[in-house]
């Protein structure tokens, strides 16, 4: 069964057009198009929960910072960099 589906807002009838711009409380434009997604909501942690989450979040991140203790602060800050512009080629540092 399909989850999601992609639209092109041109392409739409104009009563499927109409219900999504009421859903969005604003006009479409010709040129957007629309994702419809349909999932199962499902219930947030308990607060125990959140808190176990939470403190193994933070036993993770005293392991990792263990590991870059011995890197000097710039060359860290260069990798970082490195590292986001393998994602985000256009990414300046605002440094």
């Known amino acids: 069964m399909q989850q999601s589906s992609l639209h092109k807002a041109r392409t739409l009838s104009p009563p499927v057009r109409s219900a999504l711009e009421q859903l969005l409380g604003r006009a479409l434009g010709d040129n957007e198009a629309i994702s419809v997604r349909a999932y199962q909501p499902h219930e947030a942690p308990s607060p ?19 590991k870059t203790k011995d890197i000097h602060e710039g060359e860290l800050e260069e990798i970082l960099d490195e590292a986001i512009r393998s994602v985000r080629p256009d990414y300046r540092s605002s440094r």
């Open 48 to 66: 125990e929960q959140q808190r176990v989450i939470a403190e193994e979040l933070r036993h993770y991140f005293v392991r990792i910072d263990k």
